[in-house]
């Protein structure tokens, strides 16, 4: 079946680091993928998305680049901040009669000290 | 505001007793889901619902039901909870199609003693 897996953490950086979280995944078919992040206390969140190979999904200063060649779908931010300090999870979807369905990596929780 | 939302957000139940847990939506999204997530595990579906159309995961047990009695609200019933039931339970809603995002609620902790 499908599956996503991830760079194992915890992260920890200080404040304007680079960040790379890696995620590749294996699929029957052709995915979209996508980043939620989830802050403490919160629920998990869009972060950005990619539909088709080589599409690049881009927010709040985050990239990741759809690489079907390479089945990878990494994780990029040029200057982290404190506020970035999440759970940051790699998810496929599996689309099926019109629902979405999504499977998850593990998560990987980034801390940012200032 | 929030457009998902999880009530309560902490349960305690005791071993075997039946639990009910919400989820009710402002977003008038179609397609509803249930997650279940364990401590430092990725969120695994349970179930989900298009529209009225229920669909169960293969390996979901049969002790987890699910109830959606219009749009906006759907629950969760632990008919017996055991101790490895204790999870965090994320609710999430989507449009239907392709690529859809899912809004997804805080969560309930479940604690089972």
């Known amino acids: 079946g499908d599956s996503v897996t991830q760079m194992e953490g915890p992260v920890t950086l200080s404040e304007e680091a680079f960040l790379t979280i890696n995620c590749t995944y294996t699929?029957?078919?052709?995915?979209?993928l996508f980043w939620y992040v989830q802050y403490p206390g919160e629920g998990l969140q869009l972060l950005l998305k990619?539909?088709?190979?080589?599409d690049k999904g881009s927010n709040k200063g985050f990239e990741a680049t759809y690489r079907k060649e390479t089945t990878s779908f990494h994780l990029e931010k040029g200057s982290v901040q404190v506020s970035d300090s999440a759970v940051y999870f790699c998810?496929?979807?599996?689309?099926?009669?019109?629902?979405?369905?999504?499977?998850f990596g593990k998560g990987t929780k980034l801390t940012v000290n200032p | 505001d929030a457009m998902v939302i999880q009530n309560p957000r902490y349960q305690v139940t005791q071993f075997g007793k039946p639990v009910t847990l919400s989820c009710s939506q402002t977003l008038n999204h179609n397609v509803m889901y249930w997650y279940q997530q364990k401590s430092s595990q990725a969120p695994k579906l349970l179930f989900h619902y298009y529209d009225k159309d229920f669909n169960n995961e293969a390996d979901t047990p049969d002790n987890f039901q699910s109830r959606r009695p219009n749009t906006s609200f759907c629950f969760l019933d632990i008919r017996s909870p055991g101790l490895g039931d204790a999870a965090m339970y994320l609710c999430a809603t989507s449009r239907s199609g392709s690529a859809a995002i899912q809004y997804f609620g805080a969560g309930t902790r479940l604690s089972v003693l």
């Open positions: 990619a539909t088709k190979a080589d």
């Open positions: 998810a496929l979807s599996d689309p099926q009669g019109g629902s979405e369905k999504l499977v």
């Open positions: 699929a029957t078919g052709y995915p979209s």
